[in-house]
C-alpha cells in the first residue's frame, strides 16, 4: 500500500505564474488535508476536504488559493498569480474517516513551491 | 483558539543517552488529542505519540515517551536511548477532540541533534 503521494517534490514558478500542487491519498481514504509550511515554522492547516466536498477551508487565504478533491483522481492544491511570499512546503496528509473517530493522519513528502 | 508553544528551538543529546522536548499548549477544551511529529530532511512528517486527553496514563511507544500534565497544558517527549536516527525536527501538536474540527494545531518545533 503506498504511502500519500504528492508531486511535485519541488516545483518552481515566476510572480503572477500558477502553481498545481497534486496529492494521491493512500488507497481507501476519503479525507485529504493540506498544510502550508513557511520556513522555520510548524504546519499551518488549509483546508480539509472529502470527496467533491470542502468541508473546512479557514486556513485557506480567501484569493487565489483554490482546493479540490474530485471523485476520480487526486486532490489538486491551486495558487493562481503567485507572489514571493507563496514559497514554502505544502503538504497533503490523508485518512481512512475523521481525525475525531480515531483516525490516524498520513503524511506526505511534500511540495516545495518556490516563487522567483 | 488553540495555540502549541515549543520554548526550545534546538536540542542535542549524546548517543544513548535521554533527552526531553517541551511542549506547552493553550485551550479552554477539556477533551482533545496531543501528537508528537517527526520529520527527517526527506521532510514527510511521521507521528511519534499520540495523547488522549481523557486518558490520565502516559503514552509509551518503545523508546519515546510522553509526561502529559493536563492541568499545566504540557507535553513533553521523553527520547531514551537515543539513536543517531533519531536526529529530526520534532513538531508538538493540538487536535479538538469536538464536533467539526479536524485539524491539527502545529507549535514551531524543536531541531533535534544526536551526537555520536
Known amino acids: 500500500n503506498a504511502g500519500v503521494m504528492q508531486n511535485p517534490r519541488h516545483l518552481v514558478r515566476r510572480r503572477g505564474q500558477e502553481a498545481r500542487l497534486r496529492c494521491s491519498p493512500m488507497?481507501?481514504?476519503?479525507?485529504v488535508y493540506w498544510y502550508r509550511q513557511l520556513p522555520e515554522e510548524g504546519l499551518k492547516f488549509m483546508v480539509y476536504?472529502?470527496?467533491?466536498?470542502?468541508?473546512?477551508e479557514s486556513g485557506m487565504p480567501k484569493e487565489r488559493f483554490s482546493a479540490e478533491f474530485p471523485k476520480e483522481g487526486p486532490s489538486i492544491l491551486r495558487i493562481q498569480q503567485v507572489v514571493r511570499g507563496d514559497s514554502a512546503a505544502y503538504f497533503c496528509?490523508?485518512?481512512?474517516?475523521?481525525?475525531?473517530?480515531?483516525?490516524?493522519?498520513?503524511f506526505g513528502s511534500g511540495t516545495q513551491l518556490s516563487v522567483l | 483558539a488553540q495555540t502549541v508553544t515549543q520554548s526550545q528551538p534546538e536540542m542535542s543529546v549524546q548517543e544513548a543517552e535521554t533527552v526531553t522536548l517541551s511542549c506547552t499548549y493553550d485551550?479552554?477544551?477539556?477533551?482533545?488529542?496531543l501528537f508528537w511529529y517527526k520529520q527527517p530532511p526527506s521532510r514527510q512528517m511521521i507521528l511519534v505519540i499520540r495523547q488522549e486527553a481523557y486518558k490520565q496514563q502516559n503514552a509509551t511507544e518503545n523508546r519515546f515517551s510522553v509526561n502529559f500534565q493536563k492541568a499545566a497544558k504540557s507535553f513533553s517527549l521523553k527520547i531514551s536511548d537515543s539513536q543517531l536516527g533519531d536526529a529530526a525536527m520534532y513538531f508538538c501538536?493540538?487536535?479538538?477532540?469536538?464536533?467539526?474540527?479536524?485539524?491539527?494545531?502545529f507549535g514551531k518545533g524543536t531541531k533535534l541533534t544526536v551526537n555520536p
Open positions: 496528509a490523508s485518512s481512512r474517516g475523521t481525525a475525531r473517530s480515531g483516525e490516524k493522519l498520513f
Open positions: 485551550t479552554s477544551e477539556s477533551d482533545y488529542y
Open positions: 501538536a493540538y487536535r479538538s477532540a469536538q464536533g467539526g474540527s479536524e485539524k491539527l494545531v
Open positions: 476536504l472529502q470527496k467533491e466536498n470542502i468541508i473546512d
Open positions: 488507497k481507501g481514504h476519503s479525507h
